[in-house]
């Protein structure tokens, strides 16, 4: 993909943007890779690095190539071109505002709470400030950086995002929606009871493993089937089995297992500050209802 030429989000033209993405994810049911796609993008920032956009974050740049082909993204491309209509419409707004826009609307829109988003980041002009494979958490051993267990695995990844450990057990309650496929990450069956019939998104993808079996509502659901592991059909990856295990996480998971609204408020400030991680203003932020 080439670089892009400079783009700046202005608010004028937000309202149309959310209106058009409400549709678009409505229509196809693709909350959960657009959920993933900000947090890939996101995700890669590192809090050692200063200078923007080299210390990674959300600055759009998971759509360039070689980012978009780590092996940790597999399957993102898919996200990527699924905004290509908004991003190809609206030449006003950011790819990086674009991603967390779309994310917050698919966490809402399928049940969960409102995040309280800021727009106007800056996009990455080109791939030159891809980070290094290994940013993004693995969800199984071998642990890339030689990590003794997925206690130590999550929090060497999380930390370097400036995050602690309830934020760690808040986020990844996100897998309440989506599933894994084993020719993307390796992960879970190639279909199960939940996944085999649908109800299916519109991006082509059948099958897969969900953490939960209604796996397009965002809910709670994913720690109570993560502490109860009842259902061989639904999958349960070494990150999310040690929220449970680990002292430090499991207070925190026990706790949104128990209470749902203790969760939607954890989560949508634990969401938020991740969708800032790493970011330039241009000029400065403006807060977006979603
Ligand atoms: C805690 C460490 C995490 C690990 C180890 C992890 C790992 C994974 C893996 C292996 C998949 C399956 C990908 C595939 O096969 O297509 C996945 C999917 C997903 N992840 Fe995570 N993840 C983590 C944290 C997060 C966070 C923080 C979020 C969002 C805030 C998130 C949101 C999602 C979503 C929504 C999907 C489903 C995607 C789809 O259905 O296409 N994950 N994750």
Known sequence: MAAATERRT????????????????HETRCHPILIRLAWHDAG???????????????????????????????????????????????????????FQLASAIAVKDAGGPSIPLRLGRKDA?????????????????PWPNGEPGPGDHLRKIFYRMGMNDQEIVALSGAHTLGRAFPNRSGFGKDSTKYTKDGPGTKDGTKGGSSWTPEWLKFDNSYYKNAKEQHDSDLLVLETDDVLFRDDGFRPYAEKYAADQDAFFADYAKAH????????????EPFPVTV
């Open 44 to 98: 890669s920032y590192d809090k050692n690095k200063t200078e923007w956009p080299w210390r990674g974050g959300a600055n759009g740049s998971v759509r360039f190539y070689p980012e978009i082909s780590h092996a940790a993204n597999a399957g993102l491309e898919g996200g990527v071109n699924l905004l290509k209509c908004i991003s190809d419409k609206y030449e006003d707004i950011t790819y990086a505002d674009i």
């Open 272 to 283: 938020a500050k991740l969708s800032e991680l790493g970011v330039d203003w241009n000029p």
């Open 10 to 25: 202005k608010k004028e033209t937000v309202e149309k943007v959310k209106e058009d993405l409400t549709a678009h994810i």
């Open 125 to 141: 002009p080109g791939p030159e400030s891809e980070q290094p494979e290994g940013n993004l958490p693995a969800g199984g051993a």
